[in-house]
């Protein structure tokens, strides 16, 4: 299996969803909180790490460096203010720094190469820093379209084939307000653009999920809606 955070930042902290999948695209929600730092997020990342450790050890031992391969932490940098120190804590701790893309993409991601003035620096060396670009639209296609048939499911309306994509009814922040801002978008036909809908102040949660479901993916888990 494969765990996946993504971290949502804000002005002042970050959104951060940590998801578990297996083979064939099912998942599991494993938490959804609000922290303040870079090392709050770096010990949601511990704390899991440290999950997968425990099952392993039961079986077999295996260097962390084998064991990180089945957890991966993506973090929006964006293009803002925050940039630069979203881009050195991803160079730190070892994350992935990802972007919405501004238009479509014939991919679901793609990466890129962020460059400064005076260079990044990892060990004293100027570095050149991997940004992943989200196709954020086709993203959140697909992920509306699954948790939609998810619904139509449990309501009886439709038979056949799902991928399970699990939400646990205890949750530190509530089951709620995760479900109200998983659900907190619509696509504009008319724009070509994802908006909020009316009533719905915040899209964090979307915003995370999409980010695990693409991280996802490009880890070779099939986390693509079934025909």
């Not at 120190?85 to 919405?100: D, H, P, V």
């Not at 993409?105 to 060396?125: A, C, N, P, Y």
């Not at 992943?132 to 309306?157: F, P, S």
Request: aromatic content about 10%.
């Amino acid at each position: 299996s494969l765990i996946t955070i993504f971290a949502d930042v804000q002005k002042a902290g970050f959104w951060v969803v940590a998801r578990r999948w297996w083979r064939g695209g099912a998942s599991a929600l494993l938490s959804f909180e609000y922290v303040e730092t870079f090392a709050q997020v770096a010990n949601i990342e511990a704390h899991w790490m440290g999950v997968l450790k425990g099952e392993h050890a039961k079986r077999m031992e295996e260097k962390k460096t084998k064991l990180q391969k089945r957890l991966m932490v993506w973090m929006d940098s964006g293009d803002g203010q925050r940039q630069p120190e979203i881009i050195e804590a991803c160079l730190r701790y070892g994350w992935t720094a990802t972007k919405g893309a501004s238009s479509d993409m014939d991919t679901l991601f793609r990466e890129s190469h962020i460059e400064q003035e005076t260079g990044w620096k990892v060990g004293g060396q100027k570095t050149s820093v991997v940004q992943v670009l989200i196709n954020t639209n086709a993203a959140k296609h697909d992920l509306t379209n699954r948790i939609e048939r998810m619904e139509k499911a449990q309501a009886g309306q439709i038979d056949g084939p799902l991928v399970p994509w699990w939400i646990p009814g205890n949750m530190p922040i509530g089951k709620k307000e995760y479900t109200g801002q998983v659900v907190s978008e619509e696509y504009n036909e008319e724009k070509g653009i994802w908006v909020l809908r009316d009533g719905y102040k915040h899209n964090h949660a979307f915003d995370c999920e999409v980010g695990c479901y693409v991280c996802a993916h490009a880890c070779g888990f099939n986390s693509l809606v079934p025909d």
